[in-house]
């Protein structure tokens, strides 16, 4: 099991998630707090928090999908 961490801006960003997760032959979840949406789902991804940090879980490898992880990843504050 993978999980990234990835900042999304808006609908543009989400429809590239998206489309990329639904390449992939795996399960994608996509979750912050108690809410978990398939990440194969344009709804369920359009409907979660933009201004959170999303957390991305999968079970499998695709280099297109780990390019686009990539592309959002969200940098993490360190600072205290």
């Known amino acids: 099991m993978q999980e990234r ?3 999304l ?3 543009k ?4 998630f998206v489309q990329a997760a639904g390449k992939c032959d795996f ?3 996509v979750y912050y707090n108690h809410v978990v949406v398939d990440g194969k789902s344009i709804l369920g991804v359009l409907g979660l928090d ?3 940090t999303l957390h991305v879980r999968f ?3 695709n280099i297109e999908f780990e390019k ?3 592309k ?8 205290a």
């Open 68 to 70: 686009v992880l990539d």
């Open 13 to 16: 960003d989400a429809t590239e």
């Open 50 to 52: 933009f201004s959170r």
């Open 27 to 29: 399960d994608i979840d």
């Open 5 to 7: 961490n990835i900042k």
């Open 59 to 61: 079970d499998g490898n």
């Open 72 to 79: 959002f990843a969200a940098m993490e504050n360190t600072a």
């Open 9 to 11: 801006s808006g609908v």
